[in-house]
């Protein structure tokens, strides 16, 4: 029974410290030690290795922007794709294929489309962080400048479209 609970406990949590953790190490410590030849053993050129550096960045923002509300995660992951695409195959092929990453953006890409889950988490997120400013007294200005910002970024998020899938 206890080890059904604890299964069940780690279905429901799809992002632990560790995995995120180990996740970081992966995307970094590839880069650190096989930053010359690409996942098929070829050799980078310096315009590849240039697009590698970018993904791997890229990447490295998105998995703490899971954490950090005002660090977005979806278009850090759509450049890492990008930049991977131009880079290294293996690298693309892992990130497409990733159980968390990979829907979000296939949705980008064949529909345009963010989920239900991403647009009521990224509202709740802004909703969050302007509450926190509107308790820390931010001034008047600035909180408006902010206020402003997160509506034009809510409005684009509730204009896209909900994938069929979802």
Do not use: C
């Not at 990447?59 to 992951?77: A, S």
């Not at 409005?155 to 069929?164: E, G, T």
Request: proline share 7%; no cysteine.
């Amino acid at each position: 029974m206890l080890v059904a609970n604890r299964d069940m406990a780690k279905a429901r949590r799809p992002y632990s410290p560790l995995g995120l953790a180990r996740l970081l190490i992966v995307v970094f410590g590839a880069a650190l030690f096989h930053p010359a030849r690409d996942g098929f053993g070829n050799m980078m050129t310096p315009r590849r290795a240039a697009w590698f550096a970018f993904g791997a960045a890229a990447l490295g923002l998105g998995v703490i922007g899971i954490v950090v509300p005002l660090l977005p995660t979806t278009p850090f992951l759509l450049l890492a794709a990008f930049a991977f695409a131009r880079s290294s195959e293996r690298w693309h092929a892992w990130l497409i294929g990733h159980r968390v990453f990979g829907p979000m953006i296939q949705n980008w890409r064949t529909h345009g489309a963010i989920s239900r889950r991403a647009k009521i988490s990224a509202l709740i997120a802004m909703a969050v962080v302007l509450g926190i400013s509107a308790a820390m007294h931010v001034p008047l200005l600035l909180l408006a400048i902010q206020a402003l910002v997160l509506a034009a970024v809510a409005a684009f998020i509730l204009s896209r479209p909900i994938p069929p899938r979802d």
